[in-house]
């Protein structure tokens, strides 16, 4: 999943031009969609791209439901929304989805997945500033368990975590894990990062990856070459 961090979408659009033909998702975060809008989306899902919206949804439960139920119907084949709004608001978000389906049967059932930890969060922060107790695993895998209660297909986590994830919720639980870094790589603002290889060897479904390709002076080059180390 290519990460499209950028201010706008002519921006988005020549690394989306530089890396045609080449199977991915393309990841659409806040800042693309909030200068975009949801026609940006549309149209790579017109070209054929499978798309990861990721917005991040946490707010009250029936404000979650209107935002869950609007992005299923712009087509998204993954959003996400954060665990840490609690059992209600995931199963709100679930109720989005089967509300938009319902409506309109061309529509596609998205996956909707969970954000655990940030993976910019370490220790020290969740503990001392964010106020949870015990370890960043242990928050994760909490934070997996509701969300796999909840009826989610999935959570993000730090491929550090994709093996507990696992153990905890069922090998079919889908992990996308950001916090990529090909060997090498500038970590930049991560914390509990892993390369390609070792998050494939962790048993991840989805990996993440930004700026080692978006920030990479020839960005094709960049991602073939990651995807060599895989194969």
């Known amino acids: ?11 988005a659009e020549a690394l989306v031009r530089s890396l045609e033909g080449i199977p991915c998702y393309m990841k659409v975060g806040m800042q693309l969609f909030y200068a975009a809008g949801p026609s940006f989306v549309a149209d790579l899902k017109a070209r054929g791209y499978k798309v990861f919206l990721d917005l991040k949804m946490h707010d009250i439960p029936n404000t979650v439901k209107g935002g869950a139920n609007s992005i299923t119907k712009l087509g998204v084949d993954v959003f996400n929304v954060h665990a840490a709004g609690g059992s209600a608001m995931m199963k ?54 509701l969300a796999h209660e909840a009826g989610l297909g999935g959570v993000v986590a730090s491929p550090q975590e ?32 892993m390369t390609p290889s070792e998050a494939i060897a962790q048993g991840t ?14 960005p094709r080059q960049a991602l073939e070459t990651i995807i060599e180390e895989l194969v």
């Open 162 to 193: 994709v093996s507990l994830i696992k153990t905890a919720c069922g090998a079919s639980f889908q992990t996308i894990t950001p916090g990529i870094r090909p060997a090498g790589a500038d970590v930049g603002d991560q914390s509990r990062i």
């Open 205 to 218: 479904d989805y990996m993440v990856i930004g700026r080692p390709i978006t920030a990479a002076a020839n």
């Open 92 to 145: 709100a978000a679930m109720e989005g989805v089967e509300a938009a389906l319902q409506a309109d049967a061309k529509l596609q059932r998205p996956l909707v997945i969970a954000v655990t930890q940030l993976t910019s969060t370490s220790q020290t922060v969740l503990n001392d500033e964010i106020g949870v107790d015990g370890s960043v695993a242990d928050a994760v895998v909490r934070y997996a368990k």
């Open 1 to 11: 999943m290519v990460a499209l961090d950028y201010p706008d979408a002519a921006s």
